[in-house]
């Protein structure tokens, strides 16, 4: 559980709606059903006619790292590698080929098996960058994804805070049908402006960062699977794979 999205949500709430009631106002005042239709469904939309629908599914499936990131645990892997590169030594690569049966990562249980086939390390380089490389880039697009509606979501507000007073100006002789124009005026341009600076962009970045922290783990098992496959002794590779540690 990432505890500083948590936090950052919930300072969030507290800091819109508290200093809304410290300058007097009230919680209902920032409710508003047609200001939040024209915001969501407008950055929606805008979102759904830029993305191709692949693309959009992923983001929908990594949103949960926002709150429980993958766990990529650097120390761990440097551990798992050192093991791989003890049990080769001891019983030769085909002795990894057991552990790569019960691997459940399909990126390692992939080395392995290149590994026990007995493919060169330039080979083995080759073929994992590809996949390092092919799901970085995937997982980066699902991420921009949150990041455009962080760039519709402002405009879309602007264009409700239109509407509003568009309805304001057409009713200027009803006095009654004024206040709630001018609520969507107002209140739509806060729905998009903080949707994108509270939501959306942080989403975004949060979620790149991630991404690029999982493309490090994998880097840091491709260099530890090709030091195998050259054979180097198993403390020699504890020591250059520490160099991934922060």
């Given at each position: 559980m990432d505890i500083l999205s948590i936090i950052g949500v919930i300072l969030a709430f507290v800091a819109?709606?508290?200093?809304?009631?410290?300058?007097?106002?009230?919680?209902?005042?920032?409710?508003?059903?047609?200001?939040?239709i024209i915001v969501i469904g407008g950055t929606l939309g805008a979102s759904f006619i830029q993305t191709p629908l692949p693309i959009f599914k992923r983001a929908l499936t990594i949103a949960r790292w926002i709150f429980v990131p993958p766990q990529q645990r650097l120390q761990e892997g440097i551990a798992r590698i050192i093991e791989w590169s003890t049990t080769a030594r001891k019983e030769g690569l085909l002795g990894l080929e057991?552990?790569?049966d019960l691997e459940p990562d399909p990126f390692v249980r992939k080395g392995l098996?290149?590994?026990?086939?007995?493919?060169e390390p330039e080979a083995l380089?080759?073929?994992?960058?590809?996949?390092?490389?092919?799901?970085?880039?995937?997982?980066?697009m699902a991420a921009k994804v949150y990041e455009s509606m962080g760039g519709y979501s402002p405009t879309i507000g602007i264009i409700g805070a239109v509407m509003g007073?568009?309805?304001?100006?057409?009713?200027?002789?009803?006095?009654?049908?004024?206040?709630?124009?001018?609520?969507?005026?107002?209140?739509?341009?806060?729905?998009?402006?903080a949707l994108a600076n509270l939501f959306l962009l942080p989403v975004a970045n949060k979620l790149k960062a991630v991404v690029?922290?999982?493309?490090?783990?994998?880097?840091?098992?491709?260099?530890?699977?090709?030091?195998?496959a050259e054979g180097e002794n198993p403390r020699a590779i504890e020591m250059k794979l520490e160099g991934f540690l922060e």
């Open positions: 819109i709606i508290g200093g809304n009631y410290l300058e007097g106002g009230h919680l209902g005042a920032l409710l508003n059903g047609p200001a939040a057991s552990l790569a098996h290149l590994l026990v086939d007995g493919n380089r080759s073929i994992l960058e590809v996949d390092i490389i092919t799901q970085e880039s995937r997982d980066l007073l568009i309805h304001v100006m057409g009713n200027l002789a009803d006095p009654s049908a004024l206040g709630s124009g001018i609520a969507v005026a107002f209140v739509a341009t806060i729905y998009g402006v690029m922290q999982q493309s490090r783990y994998r880097e840091m098992l491709l260099e530890g699977l090709l030091s195998i």
